[in-house]
């Protein structure tokens, strides 16, 4: 459904010119769940923001569903690491912020919004104000506003990397469980790497900078591991784990 | 007391205390006010000081009475008119400007130099220049207390606008906010806390143009009523004026502090 070819971004500064990606192609297919993991700095963001159409690429296209993407679309949602709720307004009104932005705040879409805040259980929240709420709850409720607007491609970056360790567990299974669900498309980047093998089905690994995909690698568990935490206690698990780490040839 | 059951024992001694606290400053307050007032009387009486140029609270108060026969509410009703009218004026047109500048870097650019000096210069400099465009009367005095508020609240906003928090503009992006979207809905609203500050300061810089305008122009207001005590040398009139305009002052700060919890009720900040 996403179909990424020879990316190349160089970032043009004061004090001269930072190669971020170089010749990135990749492709995903509907419903698939993709991890992108890289060394720190290497062009991860630069990567999602390319692709969510905040960033000018300096070569090479994009493709969702055979249609060149060129700026923002309606197609993809973009989830940034901060939940950016806004405090002045409730649960609900956050929620729909999404819509209003691109006036299509229709009485369905609305309809829709609640019915997401329902099934995540944040529907007695919803006349809440954010500052009510907890971090892992603030976080979903973003979750929900970038959903609201049914997005054809979710972009997670860092999504999750706010939170304390043990909420952080307990959310990504839970998001992990509402994105099946929805049958969502995601692009998730992150620099933890036990994550983007408990959620992914296939995890693309990043050079350092400028960035090219140094592999990637297809994750598959057993037919009866189901869960982020399953995945976590899996004896594969470690292997995967031990393979990433390799690739990633981490220095001090 | 029905409000306090469920309360433990600590967490209402905790309550206690914190209220007993604010007694006490209030009461330390009220007594040095009135201490330095009876002690300025007494100093008067016992000659220790000169009434005549130090006045004299006695006097003050008699002063006050025959002045309120006397046209006093008239002449306070024309400075806080021409103070409301001034701060209104600076802080509404002073927050359009910083929005233009919001909106255009390359204005915003442009401006710098000329705001930074019109910024420090004093704005009372202005006085004669502003007499001589708009006349001498209640219009010069408005714009000297405009003027003086203006530059201060466009530097404020602007600074505020600029300073909202990156992140949250960035989540309206990826929706495909307009420009007008992100500020109607992020920038403002992110700012209100700003505007209800600028709001604050511009009252007592507005009062400054007032007072300064109307010791140029004036034929009414507490500003014309000190510059006509000092002509004439009645230090009680002086004295009185200048109390009557710190209550005026310190009622209008009241005013836009009791508007700022409404709004910030309103808005659950
Ligand atoms: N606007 C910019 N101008 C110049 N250089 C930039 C700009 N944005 C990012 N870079 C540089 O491009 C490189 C890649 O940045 P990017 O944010 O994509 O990395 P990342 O993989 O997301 O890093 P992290 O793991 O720290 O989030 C970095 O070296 C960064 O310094
Ligand atoms: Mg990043």
Sequence with gaps: MLRVEHLSKIYQAHNGEVEALSDISFEVQEGEYIGVVGPSGSGKSTLLSIIAGLLQPSGGELYINETKLSGITEDIGYMLQSDSLLEWRTILKNVLFGLEIRKTLTPENAEYAEHLLNNYGLYEFKDKYPSQLSGGMRQRVALIRTLAIRPKLLLLDEAFSALDYQTRLALTDDVYQILKRENMTTIMVTHDIPESISMSDRIIVLSNRPATIKRTLKIEFPEEVKTPLQRRNNPKFGQYFNEIWRDLDVHL | ?269
């Design chain 2, 1 to 269: 007391m029905s409000t306090y059951n469920g309360i433990s024992e600590a967490r209402a001694a905790y309550l206690r205390k914190i209220k007993q606290r604010k007694t006490y400053v209030a009461v330390t307050q009220f007594t040095i006010l009135i201490g330095l007032v009876v002690l300025w009387e007494v100093l008067a009486r016992l000659k220790v000081i000169d009434a005549f140029i130090m006045s004299q609270p006695s006097r003050i108060v008699d002063t006050f009475v025959s002045m309120i026969s006397n046209n006093l509410l008239m002449h306070i009703g024309v400075t806080a008119l021409e103070t409301i009218i001034g701060f209104l004026l600076g802080t509404i047109i002073g927050t359009l400007v910083a929005v233009i500048l919001w909106w255009s870097d390359f204005i915003s650019r442009v401006m710098e130099p000329f705001l930074v000096v019109l910024n420090s210069l004093p704005k009372i400099a202005l006085g004669p220049v502003i007499i001589v465009w708009v006349g001498a009367g209640s219009q010069a005095i408005i714009v000297v207390a405009l003027a003086i508020s203006m530059v201060v609240t466009i530097l404020e906003m602007l600074n505020g606008f600029i300073n909202t928090d990156s992140e949250i503009i960035k989540m309206a992006t990826t929706f495909g906010a307009s420009r007008s979207q992100i500020f109607t809905k992020i920038v403002f609203p992110s700012n209100i806390c700003t505007l209800f500050n600028s709001l604050k300061v511009n009252i007592g810089l507005s009062l400054v143009g007032v007072i300064a305008g109307e010791f140029l122009v004036s034929k009414a207001g507490l500003g014309y009523l000190i510059v006509y005590g000092g002509q004439v040398f009645q230090m009680d009139l002086v004295m009185c004026s200048v109390i009557i305009l710190a209550v005026v002052a310190y009622l209008m700060y009241q005013g836009v502090a009791m508007l700022e919890r409404y709004a910030n009720r309103l808005m659950n900040l």
